[in-house]
């Protein structure tokens, strides 16, 4: 059995559940009448919080909330159906030119300036560098929104 | 009409109903959780007239932003994480959450008034009768806005240490500290003033 008093954290652990203690400290609060009231105590304390009135509102919070609802966008199938069109277009164009030189890839790029495909790269890295940053900044202003930040 | 909940997953089923533009939906919604968004609300904001705009702006907050809700928790913690962030938010507006404000009780706060315990709480009543019960409210309000959440999430709405860190963002540890120190706090507040009484 422990000889010192058991602190104030395991007092509160004790009174909280008492199979998360140590078996020395349960035994210690079974024979020191001091620690015991510090265990009567907290047991007191939570018993009361326990028997606090709870809160509620005054006033019916539907009734004020339902008609300041701001309307919301339809995610409408058309919408869905716009988008899927336009990823296919954008696939046939990306495509296009592949398909009318009949895959000869080897020759396009062999044909084509090192320059030109410099640039091409710039601007593609420059255009996925922008939309990601865009993303970023609409994910930030939806975080703000929820005062996350 | 009445939205039912009688469904497998009741969140899942209310929130797509109010995607689809079912306004009754989202007050079944209101109902559900305005119990534990009041419960919230008195323990963080002491000024009783800007808890209604601060609830209107809750539940248009969680309108606005439910297609984004992705049910990896319950509707009602993510809408108690929306309730305490959005009364943060307050309080650094309103200067509140100031440091040391824990041992401060404010002229303005609007205690809530300690009604009688209920019959059904008899046993209670025995061991914590009402000037107790005065006095535990009173220590209460002594207790920061966050201390004094935090034990009401744990000891009224009895939530788990894991379930107050997904709503408040704060780390396991950090909300078994706090609650350590408030309860610490509360009992030691609470013994002052039987000392008291009794001189």
Request: proline share 4%.
């Amino acid at each position: 059995m422990i000889s010192q008093h058991i602190s104030e954290e395991d007092i509160q652990l004790y009174v909280l559940d008492a199979s998360k203690v140590k078996e020395e400290v349960a035994q210690h609060l079974e024979q020191c009448p001091a620690c015991k009231a510090r265990v009567k105590e907290y047991e007191m304390l939570f018993t009361g919080i326990g028997s606090l009135p709870k809160a509620s509102f005054d006033f019916d919070v539907a009734a004020l909330v339902l008609p300041q609802l701001p309307e919301k966008k339809k995610a409408s199938s058309y919408k869905i159906a716009g988008i899927t069109i336009a990823v296919i277009a954008a696939a046939g164009l990306i495509s296009l030119p592949f398909i009318l030189l009949q895959f000869r890839v080897n020759e396009l790029w062999e044909n084509i300036s090192p320059w030109l495909i410099g640039l091409a790269a710039v601007m593609a890295v420059a255009f996925i560098g922008i939309s990601l940053w865009e993303m970023y900044e609409r994910y930030r202003q939806q975080i703000r929104k929820l005062n996350f930040e | 009409m009445s939205v039912s909940t009688n469904h497998r997953n009741p969140d899942k089923y209310l929130v797509d109903r109010v995607l689809n533009g079912d306004k009754q939906a989202f007050a079944t919604i209101i109902h559900n959780t305005e119990a534990l968004v009041a419960q919230m609300v008195f323990r963080m904001v002491p000024r009783a007239e800007d808890r209604k705009d601060l609830v209107q702006d809750i539940y248009i907050k969680v309108y606005s932003n439910l297609q984004g809700f992705r049910h990896q928790a319950r509707l009602s913690t993510w809408i108690c994480q929306i309730t305490y962030n959005t009364c943060i938010s307050y309080l650094r507006k309103k200067q509140l959450l100031l440091p040391g404000y824990d041992n401060e009780s404010s002229d303005e706060e609007d205690i809530m008034p300690v009604q009688g315990p209920v019959a059904a709480d008899e046993s209670d009543a025995q061991l914590f009768n009402k000037e107790r019960l005065m006095i535990l409210q009173a220590a209460m309000e002594k207790l920061s806005p966050i201390h004094r959440t935090l034990v009401t999430l744990y000891h009224q709405e009895e939530m788990s240490y894991q379930e107050i860190g997904v709503i408040t963002g704060l780390p396991e540890g950090t909300v078994k500290s706090y609650l350590f120190r408030a309860r610490k706090a509360l009992k030691e507040n609470l013994l002052l003033n039987y000392k008291k009484e009794e001189l």
